[in-house]
Protein backbone atom coordinates (compact mmCIF):
# COMPACT_ATOMS: atom_id res chain seq x y z
CA UNK A 1 0.00 0.00 0.00
CA UNK A 2 1.57 3.37 -1.03
CA UNK A 3 1.86 5.96 2.18
CA UNK A 4 2.10 9.74 2.24
CA UNK A 5 5.75 10.94 3.16
CA UNK A 6 5.13 13.61 5.62
CA UNK A 7 8.88 13.71 7.07
CA UNK A 8 9.30 17.26 8.74
CA UNK A 9 12.32 17.50 5.84
CA UNK A 10 10.12 17.18 2.98
CA UNK A 11 7.29 19.90 4.25
CA UNK A 12 10.34 21.87 4.99
CA UNK A 13 11.68 21.44 1.76
CA UNK A 14 7.91 22.17 0.14
CA UNK A 15 7.57 24.93 2.39
CA UNK A 16 10.90 26.79 1.15
CA UNK A 17 9.54 25.79 -2.54
CA UNK A 18 5.79 27.98 -1.52
CA UNK A 19 8.33 31.21 -0.33
CA UNK A 20 10.38 30.87 -3.58
CA UNK A 21 7.01 30.83 -5.93
CA UNK A 22 5.24 33.31 -4.15
CA UNK A 23 8.47 35.69 -4.48
CA UNK A 24 8.04 35.65 -8.27
CA UNK A 25 6.63 38.41 -9.92
CA UNK A 26 5.29 38.48 -13.49
CA UNK A 27 4.22 42.19 -13.74
CA UNK A 28 5.41 43.16 -17.27
CA UNK A 29 2.45 42.52 -20.16
CA UNK A 30 4.43 39.90 -21.94
CA UNK A 31 2.93 37.61 -24.14
CA UNK A 32 3.74 34.54 -21.46
CA UNK A 33 2.70 36.44 -18.32
CA UNK A 34 -0.67 36.12 -17.98
CA UNK A 35 -0.27 32.32 -18.08
CA UNK A 36 2.83 32.38 -15.82
CA UNK A 37 0.12 34.54 -12.97
CA UNK A 38 -2.54 31.86 -13.59
CA UNK A 39 0.34 28.93 -12.95
CA UNK A 40 2.00 30.42 -9.59
CA UNK A 41 -1.61 31.50 -8.58
CA UNK A 42 -2.75 27.73 -8.97
CA UNK A 43 0.28 26.41 -7.71
CA UNK A 44 0.22 28.72 -4.50
CA UNK A 45 -3.26 27.34 -3.58
CA UNK A 46 -2.47 23.54 -4.21
CA UNK A 47 0.64 23.90 -1.92
CA UNK A 48 -1.54 26.08 0.48
CA UNK A 49 -4.68 24.28 0.28
CA UNK A 50 -4.33 20.78 -0.28
CA UNK A 51 -0.54 20.01 -0.29
CA UNK A 52 1.19 21.04 2.75
CA UNK A 53 -1.83 20.69 5.14
CA UNK A 54 -2.34 17.07 3.84
CA UNK A 55 1.29 16.08 4.23
CA UNK A 56 1.02 17.35 7.87
CA UNK A 57 -2.03 16.17 8.60
CA UNK A 58 -2.51 12.79 6.99
CA UNK A 59 -5.51 11.93 9.74
CA UNK A 60 -8.04 14.61 7.97
CA UNK A 61 -10.55 13.90 6.27
CA UNK A 62 -11.30 13.47 2.78
CA UNK A 63 -11.85 16.53 1.18
CA UNK A 64 -14.29 15.84 -2.31
CA UNK A 65 -14.71 19.15 -4.37
CA UNK A 66 -17.82 19.40 -6.86
CA UNK A 67 -17.13 21.18 -9.76
CA UNK A 68 -18.29 21.76 -12.93
CA UNK A 69 -20.14 24.33 -15.38
CA UNK A 70 -22.78 26.35 -15.10
CA UNK A 71 -25.97 24.77 -15.03
CA UNK A 72 -24.78 20.90 -14.43
CA UNK A 73 -26.65 20.44 -11.37
CA UNK A 74 -23.56 20.33 -8.80
CA UNK A 75 -25.57 22.03 -5.59
CA UNK A 76 -28.46 19.65 -6.21
CA UNK A 77 -26.08 16.61 -6.25
CA UNK A 78 -24.63 17.46 -3.03
CA UNK A 79 -27.70 18.11 -1.19
CA UNK A 80 -28.92 14.50 -2.32
CA UNK A 81 -25.72 12.95 -1.01
CA UNK A 82 -26.04 14.62 2.23
CA UNK A 83 -30.01 13.89 2.24
CA UNK A 84 -30.98 17.24 2.50
CA UNK A 85 -30.72 21.21 1.29
CA UNK A 86 -27.54 22.55 2.28
CA UNK A 87 -26.38 24.56 -0.99
CA UNK A 88 -28.58 27.13 -2.85
CA UNK A 89 -30.22 25.60 -6.31
CA UNK A 90 -32.16 27.33 -8.65
CA UNK A 91 -32.26 28.35 -12.65
CA UNK A 92 -30.79 31.60 -11.70
CA UNK A 93 -26.88 31.70 -12.80
CA UNK A 94 -24.43 31.84 -11.19
CA UNK A 95 -26.69 30.32 -8.34
CA UNK A 96 -23.78 29.40 -6.07
CA UNK A 97 -22.45 32.21 -4.60
CA UNK A 98 -20.80 31.26 -1.24
CA UNK A 99 -18.66 28.02 -0.81
CA UNK A 100 -20.05 25.24 0.78
CA UNK A 101 -18.68 22.60 2.85
CA UNK A 102 -20.37 19.62 4.50
CA UNK A 103 -18.86 17.07 7.10
CA UNK A 104 -19.92 15.06 9.58
CA UNK A 105 -20.57 16.47 13.11
CA UNK A 106 -17.20 14.85 14.69
CA UNK A 107 -15.20 16.04 11.77
CA UNK A 108 -16.45 19.63 11.96
CA UNK A 109 -13.27 20.72 13.80
CA UNK A 110 -11.60 20.04 10.81
CA UNK A 111 -12.34 22.53 8.65
CA UNK A 112 -13.50 25.50 11.20
CA UNK A 113 -10.04 26.43 11.10
CA UNK A 114 -7.93 27.59 9.14
CA UNK A 115 -6.13 24.07 8.26
CA UNK A 116 -7.17 24.44 4.36
CA UNK A 117 -8.38 27.43 2.58
CA UNK A 118 -6.75 30.03 4.97
CA UNK A 119 -8.00 33.20 2.49
CA UNK A 120 -11.61 32.40 3.07
CA UNK A 121 -13.51 33.47 6.55
CA UNK A 122 -15.92 30.84 8.04
CA UNK A 123 -19.36 30.97 8.98
CA UNK A 124 -21.47 28.41 10.46
CA UNK A 125 -25.01 28.66 9.30
CA UNK A 126 -28.12 26.87 10.59
CA UNK A 127 -29.38 24.97 7.41
CA UNK A 128 -33.00 26.71 7.56
CA UNK A 129 -31.32 30.03 7.92
CA UNK A 130 -29.99 32.72 5.07
CA UNK A 131 -26.12 32.78 5.04
CA UNK A 132 -26.72 37.08 4.77
CA UNK A 133 -27.45 36.84 8.48
CA UNK A 134 -24.27 35.27 9.52
CA UNK A 135 -22.14 37.35 6.96
CA UNK A 136 -19.28 39.31 9.63
CA UNK A 137 -19.44 43.22 8.54
CA UNK A 138 -18.27 43.73 5.55
CA UNK A 139 -17.19 40.62 3.90
CA UNK A 140 -17.28 39.80 0.49
CA UNK A 141 -19.94 36.60 0.08
CA UNK A 142 -17.37 35.38 -2.34
CA UNK A 143 -14.71 34.61 0.11
CA UNK A 144 -17.02 33.33 2.79
CA UNK A 145 -16.65 29.68 3.40
CA UNK A 146 -20.29 28.41 4.57
CA UNK A 147 -19.51 25.21 7.32
CA UNK A 148 -22.10 22.62 7.73
CA UNK A 149 -22.33 19.57 9.32
CA UNK A 150 -24.99 16.44 8.30
CA UNK A 151 -24.79 12.71 10.27
CA UNK A 152 -25.56 12.02 6.91
CA UNK A 153 -22.25 11.88 6.30
CA UNK A 154 -19.38 9.43 6.83
CA UNK A 155 -16.80 10.55 9.09
CA UNK A 156 -13.79 10.90 7.44
CA UNK A 157 -15.22 12.38 3.79
CA UNK A 158 -15.91 16.00 3.19
CA UNK A 159 -18.19 17.34 0.29
CA UNK A 160 -17.29 21.07 -1.18
CA UNK A 161 -19.77 22.81 -3.94
CA UNK A 162 -18.13 24.74 -5.69
CA UNK A 163 -19.01 28.03 -7.82
CA UNK A 164 -19.28 27.58 -11.54
CA UNK A 165 -15.62 27.00 -13.57
CA UNK A 166 -17.55 29.07 -16.20
CA UNK A 167 -19.10 31.52 -14.26
CA UNK A 168 -19.94 34.87 -15.86
CA UNK A 169 -18.05 36.50 -12.44
CA UNK A 170 -14.50 36.05 -12.92
CA UNK A 171 -14.46 36.14 -9.21
CA UNK A 172 -16.50 33.23 -9.19
CA UNK A 173 -14.04 31.28 -11.73
CA UNK A 174 -11.07 31.72 -9.73
CA UNK A 175 -12.86 30.71 -6.59
CA UNK A 176 -13.87 27.55 -7.98
CA UNK A 177 -10.72 26.95 -9.62
CA UNK A 178 -8.70 27.78 -5.97
CA UNK A 179 -11.39 25.14 -4.16
CA UNK A 180 -10.29 22.61 -6.75
CA UNK A 181 -6.57 23.03 -6.27
CA UNK A 182 -7.58 22.26 -2.03
CA UNK A 183 -9.48 18.64 -3.01
CA UNK A 184 -8.18 14.93 -2.53
CA UNK A 185 -11.10 13.86 -4.98
CA UNK A 186 -12.27 15.97 -7.63
CA UNK A 187 -15.75 15.41 -8.59
CA UNK A 188 -16.36 16.79 -12.14
CA UNK A 189 -20.19 17.71 -12.83
CA UNK A 190 -21.20 17.84 -16.25
CA UNK A 191 -24.67 16.91 -18.05
CA UNK A 192 -25.61 14.91 -21.01
CA UNK A 193 -26.44 18.14 -23.48
CA UNK A 194 -23.22 19.54 -22.48
CA UNK A 195 -20.36 16.67 -21.68
CA UNK A 196 -18.12 17.74 -24.88
CA UNK A 197 -18.16 21.01 -23.99
CA UNK A 198 -14.59 22.77 -24.05
CA UNK A 199 -15.32 23.92 -20.22
CA UNK A 200 -15.45 20.67 -18.58
CA UNK A 201 -12.74 19.19 -20.76
CA UNK A 202 -10.36 21.65 -19.56
CA UNK A 203 -10.97 20.61 -15.99
CA UNK A 204 -10.46 17.08 -16.44
CA UNK A 205 -7.06 17.38 -18.75
CA UNK A 206 -5.62 19.71 -15.41
CA UNK A 207 -6.93 16.89 -13.78
CA UNK A 208 -5.11 14.37 -15.69
CA UNK A 209 -1.93 16.40 -15.93
CA UNK A 210 -1.69 16.39 -11.88
CA UNK A 211 -2.78 12.88 -11.74
CA UNK A 212 -5.50 13.70 -9.22
CA UNK A 213 -8.14 11.00 -7.99
CA UNK A 214 -10.66 12.06 -10.26
CA UNK A 215 -14.66 10.80 -10.23
CA UNK A 216 -16.77 12.05 -13.01
CA UNK A 217 -20.48 12.62 -13.15
CA UNK A 218 -22.82 12.58 -16.06
CA UNK A 219 -25.87 14.18 -14.53
CA UNK A 220 -29.27 15.09 -16.02
CA UNK A 221 -29.40 12.02 -18.80
CA UNK A 222 -32.74 11.49 -20.33
CA UNK A 223 -33.69 7.58 -19.60
CA UNK A 224 -34.55 6.81 -23.36
CA UNK A 225 -30.92 7.75 -24.31
CA UNK A 226 -28.50 6.70 -21.60
CA UNK A 227 -26.86 4.40 -23.16
CA UNK A 228 -25.91 6.07 -25.95
CA UNK A 229 -24.68 9.07 -24.41
CA UNK A 230 -22.59 6.93 -21.82
CA UNK A 231 -20.80 5.33 -24.77
CA UNK A 232 -19.57 8.09 -26.17
CA UNK A 233 -18.85 10.11 -22.98
CA UNK A 234 -16.91 7.16 -22.27
CA UNK A 235 -15.37 6.82 -25.60
CA UNK A 236 -14.07 10.51 -25.19
CA UNK A 237 -12.80 9.97 -21.56
CA UNK A 238 -10.67 7.14 -23.28
CA UNK A 239 -9.61 8.81 -25.84
CA UNK A 240 -8.50 11.61 -23.38
CA UNK A 241 -6.58 8.74 -21.71
CA UNK A 242 -8.87 8.81 -18.61
CA UNK A 243 -10.93 5.56 -19.57
CA UNK A 244 -9.77 4.79 -15.91
CA UNK A 245 -11.64 7.07 -14.25
CA UNK A 246 -14.55 6.49 -12.25
CA UNK A 247 -17.97 7.29 -14.21
CA UNK A 248 -21.48 7.70 -12.55
CA UNK A 249 -24.88 8.46 -14.79
CA UNK A 250 -27.49 10.40 -12.87
CA UNK A 251 -31.12 10.07 -15.03
CA UNK A 252 -32.79 13.28 -15.85
CA UNK A 253 -35.70 13.23 -13.01
CA UNK A 254 -38.43 16.01 -11.95
CA UNK A 255 -36.59 16.83 -8.71
CA UNK A 256 -33.60 18.12 -11.09
CA UNK A 257 -35.50 20.09 -13.81
CA UNK A 258 -35.94 23.22 -11.57
CA UNK A 259 -32.26 22.23 -9.49
CA UNK A 260 -34.94 22.78 -5.97
CA UNK A 261 -35.85 19.37 -5.36
CA UNK A 262 -33.17 15.77 -3.82
CA UNK A 263 -32.39 13.79 -6.39
CA UNK A 264 -34.06 9.96 -4.56
CA UNK A 265 -31.06 8.21 -2.62
CA UNK A 266 -31.17 5.92 -5.54
CA UNK A 267 -29.94 8.09 -8.08
CA UNK A 268 -26.73 8.68 -6.03
CA UNK A 269 -26.22 5.33 -4.31
CA UNK A 270 -23.65 4.31 -6.04
CA UNK A 271 -21.42 7.36 -6.27
CA UNK A 272 -21.95 7.96 -2.78
CA UNK A 273 -21.20 4.16 -1.73
CA UNK A 274 -18.17 4.90 -3.32
CA UNK A 275 -16.91 8.01 -1.70
CA UNK A 276 -17.97 6.31 1.43
CA UNK A 277 -15.42 3.27 1.25
CA UNK A 278 -12.58 5.59 -0.24
CA UNK A 279 -13.08 7.87 2.95
CA UNK A 280 -13.43 4.45 5.63
CA UNK A 281 -11.43 2.24 3.76
CA UNK A 282 -7.79 2.62 5.11
CA UNK A 283 -6.33 1.33 1.85
CA UNK A 284 -8.56 2.93 -0.38
CA UNK A 285 -8.10 6.32 1.56
CA UNK A 286 -4.35 5.98 1.27
CA UNK A 287 -4.31 5.33 -2.04
CA UNK A 288 -6.74 8.41 -3.10
CA UNK A 289 -4.52 10.69 -0.48
CA UNK A 290 -0.98 9.33 -2.27
CA UNK A 291 -2.23 9.97 -5.70
CA UNK A 292 -3.31 13.61 -5.20
CA UNK A 293 -0.29 14.31 -3.18
CA UNK A 294 2.24 12.59 -5.46
CA UNK A 295 0.27 14.19 -8.49
CA UNK A 296 0.98 17.88 -7.53
CA UNK A 297 4.36 17.04 -6.57
CA UNK A 298 5.34 14.91 -9.63
CA UNK A 299 3.40 18.00 -11.57
CA UNK A 300 6.34 20.26 -9.97
CA UNK A 301 9.57 19.32 -12.62
CA UNK A 302 7.17 20.60 -15.45
CA UNK A 303 5.81 23.73 -13.69
CA UNK A 304 8.20 25.15 -11.53
CA UNK A 305 10.51 25.16 -14.82
CA UNK A 306 7.71 26.85 -16.91
CA UNK A 307 7.28 29.67 -13.90
CA UNK A 308 11.35 29.71 -14.11
CA UNK A 309 11.63 30.35 -17.47
CA UNK A 310 8.73 33.17 -17.51
CA UNK A 311 10.42 34.91 -14.91
CA UNK A 312 13.48 34.86 -16.80
CA UNK A 313 11.53 36.91 -19.72
CA UNK A 314 9.80 38.98 -17.01
CA UNK A 315 13.86 39.91 -16.18
CA UNK A 316 14.82 40.23 -19.69
CA UNK A 317 12.46 42.34 -20.68
CA UNK A 318 12.79 44.69 -17.32
CA UNK A 319 16.83 44.72 -18.21
CA UNK A 320 15.82 46.20 -21.67
CA UNK A 321 14.16 48.90 -20.21
CA UNK A 322 16.47 49.36 -17.83
CA UNK A 323 19.12 49.81 -20.35
CA UNK A 324 17.44 52.25 -22.29
CA UNK A 325 17.27 54.47 -19.73
CA UNK A 326 20.55 54.00 -18.52
CA UNK A 327 22.48 54.57 -21.61
CA UNK A 328 19.55 57.68 -22.75
CA UNK A 329 20.69 59.79 -19.43
CA UNK A 330 24.39 58.76 -19.47
CA UNK A 331 24.48 59.71 -23.36
CA UNK A 332 22.89 63.14 -22.30
CA UNK A 333 25.31 63.06 -19.13
CA UNK A 334 27.97 63.11 -21.18
CA UNK A 335 26.76 66.07 -23.58
CA UNK A 336 26.15 68.19 -20.45
CA UNK A 337 29.34 67.47 -19.62
CA UNK A 338 30.91 68.73 -23.15
CA UNK A 339 28.51 71.94 -23.31
CA UNK A 340 29.60 72.88 -19.72
CA UNK A 341 33.31 72.84 -20.49
CA UNK A 342 32.71 74.78 -23.65
CA UNK A 343 31.15 77.47 -21.96
CA UNK A 344 27.46 76.89 -23.09
CA UNK A 345 25.79 78.09 -20.20
CA UNK A 346 27.18 81.73 -20.89
CA UNK A 347 24.90 82.40 -23.23
CA UNK A 348 21.70 84.09 -24.18
CA UNK A 349 20.81 86.27 -21.32
CA UNK A 350 23.78 85.38 -18.76
CA UNK A 351 26.46 86.63 -21.92
CA UNK A 352 24.17 89.51 -22.02
CA UNK A 353 24.33 90.01 -18.30
CA UNK A 354 27.98 89.15 -17.78
CA UNK A 355 29.22 92.05 -20.66
CA UNK A 356 27.20 94.24 -18.55
CA UNK A 357 28.69 93.29 -15.41
CA UNK A 358 29.89 95.68 -13.33
CA UNK A 359 28.24 98.39 -14.63
CA UNK A 360 24.96 97.96 -16.08
CA UNK A 361 24.40 94.75 -13.87
CA UNK A 362 25.20 93.62 -10.37
CA UNK A 363 26.43 90.27 -8.96
CA UNK A 364 23.11 89.25 -7.98
CA UNK A 365 21.52 89.63 -11.04
CA UNK A 366 24.75 87.56 -13.51
CA UNK A 367 24.20 85.05 -10.75
CA UNK A 368 20.52 84.65 -11.16
CA UNK A 369 21.03 84.56 -15.07
CA UNK A 370 23.63 81.89 -14.31
CA UNK A 371 21.52 79.93 -12.55
CA UNK A 372 18.73 79.79 -15.11
CA UNK A 373 21.38 78.93 -18.05
CA UNK A 374 22.71 75.99 -16.12
CA UNK A 375 19.01 74.71 -14.65
CA UNK A 376 18.17 74.81 -18.46
CA UNK A 377 20.65 73.39 -19.81
CA UNK A 378 20.31 70.40 -17.80
CA UNK A 379 16.19 70.40 -18.15
CA UNK A 380 17.15 70.22 -21.69
CA UNK A 381 19.04 67.34 -21.81
CA UNK A 382 16.87 65.52 -19.23
CA UNK A 383 13.76 66.05 -21.13
CA UNK A 384 15.83 65.18 -24.63
CA UNK A 385 16.96 61.89 -22.19
CA UNK A 386 13.24 60.96 -21.26
CA UNK A 387 12.86 61.12 -25.47
CA UNK A 388 14.88 58.65 -25.85
CA UNK A 389 13.53 56.59 -23.65
CA UNK A 390 9.95 56.80 -25.01
CA UNK A 391 11.26 56.04 -28.30
CA UNK A 392 12.54 52.77 -27.14
CA UNK A 393 10.10 51.94 -24.86
CA UNK A 394 6.90 52.27 -27.25
CA UNK A 395 8.49 49.61 -29.24
CA UNK A 396 9.07 47.20 -26.10
CA UNK A 397 5.95 45.57 -25.27
CA UNK A 398 7.20 45.20 -21.56
CA UNK A 399 6.97 49.25 -21.12
CA UNK A 400 3.25 48.81 -20.87
CA UNK A 401 2.98 47.45 -17.07
CA UNK A 402 0.91 49.85 -15.29
CA UNK A 403 3.13 52.91 -13.60
CA UNK A 404 5.45 52.53 -16.63
CA UNK A 405 3.93 54.54 -18.73
CA UNK A 406 2.76 58.19 -18.74
CA UNK A 407 5.03 60.94 -17.49
CA UNK A 408 5.51 62.83 -14.16
CA UNK A 409 2.69 65.55 -13.87
CA UNK A 410 2.97 65.83 -10.28
CA UNK A 411 3.75 69.41 -8.94
CA UNK A 412 7.76 68.46 -8.22
CA UNK A 413 8.34 68.15 -11.93
CA UNK A 414 11.41 67.95 -13.03
CA UNK A 415 11.56 71.61 -13.68
CA UNK A 416 11.41 72.34 -10.18
CA UNK A 417 13.68 69.40 -8.89
CA UNK A 418 16.50 70.71 -11.10
CA UNK A 419 15.77 74.56 -10.16
CA UNK A 420 16.09 73.74 -6.39
CA UNK A 421 19.50 72.11 -7.14
CA UNK A 422 20.70 74.88 -8.57
CA UNK A 423 20.27 76.87 -6.37
CA UNK A 424 21.97 74.56 -3.89
CA UNK A 425 24.75 74.93 -5.92
CA UNK A 426 24.73 78.58 -5.92
CA UNK A 427 24.38 78.84 -2.18
CA UNK A 428 27.37 76.52 -1.79
CA UNK A 429 29.43 78.24 -4.10
CA UNK A 430 28.67 81.63 -2.71
CA UNK A 431 29.72 80.16 0.96
CA UNK A 432 32.62 78.87 -0.88
CA UNK A 433 33.57 82.06 -1.86
CA UNK A 434 33.09 84.03 1.30
CA UNK A 435 34.80 81.66 3.02
CA UNK A 436 37.69 82.56 0.76
CA UNK A 437 37.43 86.39 1.01
CA UNK A 438 37.39 85.96 5.28
CA UNK A 439 40.56 84.16 4.88
CA UNK A 440 42.17 87.01 2.42
CA UNK A 441 40.61 90.14 2.83
CA UNK A 442 41.59 91.70 6.29
CA UNK A 443 40.01 94.99 5.52
CA UNK A 444 37.16 94.43 4.83
CA UNK A 445 36.88 95.73 1.11
CA UNK A 446 36.28 92.89 -1.00
CA UNK A 447 32.80 91.95 -1.81
CA UNK A 448 32.14 88.31 -1.90
CA UNK A 449 29.33 88.18 -3.87
CA UNK A 450 31.33 89.92 -6.61
CA UNK A 451 33.66 87.05 -6.40
CA UNK A 452 31.04 84.60 -6.51
CA UNK A 453 29.87 85.75 -9.81
CA UNK A 454 33.33 85.78 -11.28
CA UNK A 455 34.16 82.45 -10.34
CA UNK A 456 30.14 81.26 -11.24
CA UNK A 457 31.56 83.09 -14.77
CA UNK A 458 34.79 81.34 -14.44
CA UNK A 459 33.49 77.96 -14.58
CA UNK A 460 30.62 77.65 -16.36
CA UNK A 461 31.65 80.22 -19.69
CA UNK A 462 34.79 78.50 -21.07
CA UNK A 463 36.86 80.76 -22.88
CA UNK A 464 34.50 83.44 -23.37
CA UNK A 465 34.81 83.90 -19.43
CA UNK A 466 38.60 84.38 -19.77
CA UNK A 467 38.39 87.81 -18.60
CA UNK A 468 36.30 86.67 -15.60
CA UNK A 469 39.47 84.29 -14.53
CA UNK A 470 42.05 87.29 -14.55
CA UNK A 471 39.06 89.38 -12.60
CA UNK A 472 39.19 87.07 -9.90
CA UNK A 473 42.84 86.76 -9.69
CA UNK A 474 42.92 90.58 -9.40
CA UNK A 475 40.62 89.98 -6.25
CA UNK A 476 42.13 87.08 -5.09
CA UNK A 477 45.57 86.55 -6.04
CA UNK A 478 46.54 83.73 -8.28
CA UNK A 479 46.86 81.55 -5.80
CA UNK A 480 43.83 82.15 -3.98
CA UNK A 481 41.40 82.55 -7.60
CA UNK A 482 43.15 78.88 -8.84
CA UNK A 483 41.96 77.35 -5.47
CA UNK A 484 38.22 78.66 -5.42
CA UNK A 485 38.15 78.14 -9.27
CA UNK A 486 39.06 74.22 -8.51
CA UNK A 487 36.66 73.97 -5.61
CA UNK A 488 33.85 75.29 -7.61
CA UNK A 489 34.78 73.32 -10.48
CA UNK A 490 34.31 70.19 -8.23
CA UNK A 491 31.22 71.46 -6.76
CA UNK A 492 29.61 71.86 -10.33
CA UNK A 493 30.42 68.89 -11.69
CA UNK A 494 29.15 67.09 -8.20
CA UNK A 495 25.61 68.98 -8.61
CA UNK A 496 25.19 68.31 -12.11
CA UNK A 497 25.87 64.41 -11.65
CA UNK A 498 23.72 64.41 -8.49
CA UNK A 499 21.05 66.02 -11.15
CA UNK A 500 21.27 63.54 -13.74
CA UNK A 501 21.76 60.43 -11.82
CA UNK A 502 18.43 61.09 -9.46
CA UNK A 503 16.54 62.02 -12.45
CA UNK A 504 17.52 59.18 -14.01
CA UNK A 505 16.57 56.99 -10.67
CA UNK A 506 13.41 59.20 -10.52
CA UNK A 507 12.70 57.25 -13.97
CA UNK A 508 13.65 53.81 -12.97
CA UNK A 509 11.67 54.19 -9.91
CA UNK A 510 8.65 52.27 -11.07
CA UNK A 511 10.74 49.61 -12.81
CA UNK A 512 12.37 48.83 -9.90
CA UNK A 513 9.34 48.95 -7.72
CA UNK A 514 7.75 46.16 -10.20
CA UNK A 515 10.43 43.71 -8.05
CA UNK A 516 11.66 42.33 -11.18
CA UNK A 517 15.30 40.43 -10.47
CA UNK A 518 17.18 37.31 -11.59
CA UNK A 519 17.24 35.88 -8.38
CA UNK A 520 13.51 34.36 -9.27
CA UNK A 521 14.66 32.22 -11.81
CA UNK A 522 17.71 30.64 -10.26
CA UNK A 523 16.02 30.06 -6.31
CA UNK A 524 12.91 28.40 -8.53
CA UNK A 525 15.28 26.24 -9.80
CA UNK A 526 17.34 25.53 -6.95
CA UNK A 527 13.85 24.77 -4.70
CA UNK A 528 12.56 22.27 -7.44
CA UNK A 529 16.19 20.64 -7.35
CA UNK A 530 16.56 20.55 -3.40
CA UNK A 531 12.77 19.09 -3.02
CA UNK A 532 14.20 16.58 -5.78
CA UNK A 533 16.97 15.79 -4.09
CA UNK A 534 14.44 15.19 -0.98
CA UNK A 535 12.24 13.04 -2.28
Not at 101 to 124: A, I, K, N, Q, Y
Amino acid sequence: MVTLDVRPQLLDTLSALRDRVAAARFPLPLAGAPRARANRDELLAQLDDYLVPRLREPEAPLLAVVGGSTGAGKSTLVNSLVGRRVSEAGVLRPTTRTPVLVCHPEDHHWFSGMRVLPDLTRVWVPHQDPVDEYMPPGEDPGRVLRVESADSLPRGLALLDAPDIDSLLADHRVLAAELICAADIWIMVTTAARYADAVPWHLLRTAKEYDAALVTVLDRVPHQVVSEVSRQYGALLTKAGLGHVPRFTVPELPESAWGAGLLPATAVAPLKSWLTQHAQDAAARQYVMARTAYGVLDSLKARMPELASAAAAQYAAALRLTSAVETAYDREHERVRGRLQAGAVLAGDALKRWRAFPLDCTAGELLDALVESLAALLLCAVTAADERVDDVWRREPAAGAPGLTGRDVSLESAEHRIGLAVRRWRRELEEYAEDEVRDLDRTGTLDSEAVAALVATAVLGGRRARTAGEGLARRLGAHGALRLRDRAGRLLIEHVDRVVHAERERRLAPLDALDVHPEHQAELIAALSVLQKER
